[in-house]
């Protein structure tokens, strides 16, 4: 087995401080609870409160992996961060987290944006820079998805929400598999960047569809990849867009339900970052084990779809 596969040490998230539901929105476009949670699964979701943004959120949720992994500073090679609301065109929110965290400055500290596959697609790029000698990278997906948002547009509004998770990887000698697939359309389009970025629009129906093919296929290719069963993961975490989307997934694929993290009926789509927050809220629940394997996998926006094999838990010189 080769030395290039990855371990989460640690994890951290953050969700926006104001927790949205789905009363608030039919007091302001034409919807209602009943609407809401049969379609998407969705309850509530957070909003950024008063000086929140997508790097406050990505600092939380970096500085508490990074806290909890306790591994020295000088030998993280990365800092990652997948987001497609950064609060700046430049510079990047991982180049701001790099200062805030107190990194080393021979660190590679970029962004990744593809959208609700970026932190699938962050991982992966990731491990261009691990080396014996440093093995570690700070991982992120961060989003302030309300930003984005036009508060008169039903088919959109209710769906998204703020937040930011990540990790502390490191290379490891397990099994590695993945897969980024990318077909150009503009079914979902926030035009513009940093602060100008305009409201975002999407083909709902149309990314369904892309959905539900997309990402069985994903799940495929990651696995043939890795070399590994379905029936060898021990956790399936899907982007959170839709829970619709991961039944028909489960049941197209015969998944063992079991073993699907979801969490969209608190935190709703967020993008880049539902992922990582899965991962930080599994963590926290005490549900991953050291040795466990995750297969993750996202779609969205591009349109994307992507996945990645990853293990579970630290080795004993991680903390010398
Ligand atoms: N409240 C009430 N009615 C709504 C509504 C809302 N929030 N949003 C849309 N509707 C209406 C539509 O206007 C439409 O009305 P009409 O029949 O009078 O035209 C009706 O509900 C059905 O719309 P439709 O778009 O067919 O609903 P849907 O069952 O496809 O659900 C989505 C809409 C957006 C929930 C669904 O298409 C979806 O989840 N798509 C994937 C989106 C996604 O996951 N994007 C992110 C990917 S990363």
Redesign the pocket.
């Known amino acids: 087995m080769g030395n290039d596969g990855l371990s989460i040490l640690s994890s951290g998230y953050a969700a926006g401080s104001r927790v949205v539901t789905n009363e608030d929105?039919a007091r302001i476009?034409?919807?209602?609870d009943e609407?809401?949670r049969s379609?998407?699964g969705i309850v509530t979701r957070h909003f950024g409160g008063e000086g929140e943004s997508t790097t406050t959120l990505a600092l939380s949720a970096a500085r508490s992996a990074l806290e909890k992994a306790g591994i020295s500073k000088e030998k993280i090679a990365a800092i990652i961060c997948a987001t497609m609301s950064a609060d700046h065109a430049t510079p990047s929110t991982a180049c701001l987290l790099q200062r805030e965290l107190s990194l080393p400055e021979n660190i590679a500290a970029i962004d990744v944006n593809a959208?609700?596959s970026g932190f699938v697609a962050a991982l992966l790029a990731c491990r261009s820079f691990l080396t014996d000698e440093r093995p570690y990278a700070i991982v992120i997906g961060a989003e302030q998805l309300s930003r984005l948002l036009d508060f008169t547009d039903?088919?959109?509004?209710?769906?998204f929400g703020d937040g930011a998770g990540a990790v502390v990887v490191r290379k490891a000698e397990v099994p590695f598999g993945s897969c980024l697939f990318a077909k150009g359309g503009t079914e979902?389009l926030a035009e513009g960047a940093g602060p100008e970025v305009s409201h975002i629009r999407?083909d709902?129906?149309a990314?369904?569809r892309f959905?539900v093919e997309a990402l069985p296929a994903a799940m495929k290719e990651t696995l043939k990849n890795a070399g590994l069963s379905v029936h060898e993961i021990d956790h399936i975490v899907c982007?959170q867009?839709?829970e619709?989307?991961l039944e028909h997934v489960i049941k197209k694929e015969q998944l063992e339900d079991r073993k699907v993290y979801r969490n969209i009926d608190h935190f709703g789509?967020t993008?880049a970052a539902s992922i990582p927050m899965a991962i930080g809220e599994m963590e926290e629940r005490g549900l991953l084990k050291t040795g466990e394997s995750l297969l993750l996998m996202g779609?969205?926006?591009g349109l994307t779809a992507g996945g990645v094999v990853v293990f579970y838990g630290g080795h004993d010189e991680d903390t010398q």
């Open positions: 929105f476009v034409d919807t209602s609407w809401i379609r998407t959208a609700c039903r088919t959109t509004c209710v769906l979902i999407m709902g129906w990314v369904f959905a982007h867009a839709n619709r989307i789509n993008s779609f969205g926006a």
